[in-house]
Structures are given as C-alpha cells and as structure tokens.
C-alpha cells in the first residue's frame, strides 16, 4: 500500500525498451494494450503500457520496435509466474526509437499534442 501511495502521482518514464506483444485493452478507456519487459536487480518488470493513440500503436512491431514511454503510474500487481511484478502505465506518450526519420519527427510531436488534448 506504501508503494502504491508513492507512486500514484508519479510519471513513469521507460527509455529504450522493446515491445514484446500488443493486445486489446483490458482497461476499458484504451483500445490496445502494449506489454514490454524491463529489468531491475530483483527481476523482470512486466509494463502494461496505455495510449489513446492508435495510429503510433499501429506502427509497432512485436518483438522489434523500441521504444521511449512516458505516462502515469496507475497500479502494480503481482502473479505467480517468474516476474518480480508488473506494473500499468496510463496516458502513455510514445516515442519510436526505430522508424523515426527527421521528417517524421514534428508529425509525431503534433500527434503527441493531440494525444494529449
């Protein structure tokens, strides 16, 4: 309870992690879902990661793109399989490290705007 406190009102920033799958949306404010692996000293970290912006989703890759993800705690939960826990990132900012090309670069700042509004 202690860490969730801490963390209710944190932004969670990931930087260069690879998606591993993406999935409808279990959180019925979202369409998609993308799920990414980070690790940490105590063992992997499943991320849920959340975004309304659908046409960014659409250009990743499983198992391929990387990507920088910004966005609001929402909750953490653990289940008995090898992950040390897993966490959800809400209103997620999404930054494709692997398909940018400069030209691309202020469409997505404009999509970002508009993700946001």
């Known amino acids: 309870m202690i860490l969730k406190n801490e963390l209710s009102q944190k932004?969670?920033?990931?930087?260069?992690?690879t998606v591993k799958d993406i999935v409808n949306s279990p959180n019925v404010d979202y369409?998609?879902?993308?799920?990414?692996d980070?690790?940490?000293?105590?063992?992997?970290?499943e991320c849920f990661i959340f975004s309304k912006n659908t046409k960014?989703?659409?250009?990743?890759?499983k198992q391929a793109s990387k990507i920088n993800v910004e966005g609001n705690f929402g909750r953490y939960f653990s289940m008995l399989d090898s992950y040390y826990t897993k966490i959800e990132i809400l209103n997620a900012?999404?930054?494709?490290?692997?398909?940018?090309?400069p030209a691309e670069e202020s469409k997505e700042k404009k999509e970002d705007l508009e993700e946001k509004n």
């Open 11 to 17: 932004v969670i920033e990931l930087k260069d992690i």
């Open 31 to 36: 369409n998609f879902c993308i799920i990414a």
């Open 38 to 45: 980070v690790p940490s000293k105590k063992g992997n970290i």
């Open 93 to 101: 900012s999404i930054t494709i490290l692997d398909q940018e090309a």
């Open 56 to 61: 960014k989703i659409a250009r990743l890759n």
